[in-house]
């Protein structure tokens, strides 16, 4: 059984950091692209960032790139979103997500998903 469990969200000020983590069992994390996904109370769920198995490429939405940075670490099954320089429209749970295809934006073509984890940016 896949699962993906995120953590380290909370809350934050504006202009502050936050990291999240996804933690991945059940499947070769090696294997799988991830990527995070983010929802806000009325909103659609929309593409954060992705990274694909390697490591060596990653995708980001236009609103976070030089803000949010993607990572992975492969020996220990987790990916990782770095968060700097929040606002308060950064709001909103944040979601892991893994497929075993390349790198996609749409969130309907990943396979797997996480519970998601809160982030909340106080103004």
């Known amino acids: 059984q896949v699962q993906l469990v995120e953590s380290g969200g909370g809350l934050v000020q504006a202009g502050g950091s936050l990291r999240v983590s996804c933690a991945v069992s059940?499947?070769?994390?090696?294997?799988?692209?991830m990527g995070w996904f983010r929802q806000a109370p009325g909103s659609e769920r929309e593409f954060v960032a992705a990274?694909?198995?390697?490591?060596?490429?990653?995708y980001y939405a236009d609103s976070m790139k030089g803000r949010f940075t993607i990572s992975r670490d492969n020996a220990k099954s987790t990916v990782y979103l770095q968060m700097n320089s929040l606002k308060p429209e950064d709001t909103a749970v944040y979601y892991c997500?893994?497929?075993?295809?390349?790198?996609?934006?749409?969130?309907?073509?990943?396979?797997?998903w996480g519970q998601g984890t809160q982030v909340t940016v106080s103004s």
């Open positions: 990274i694909d198995w390697s490591g060596s490429l990653t």
């Open positions: 059940g499947r070769p994390f090696s294997m799988s692209t």
């Open positions: 997500a893994a497929r075993g295809g390349l790198a996609s934006l749409r969130h309907d073509e990943y396979d797997y």
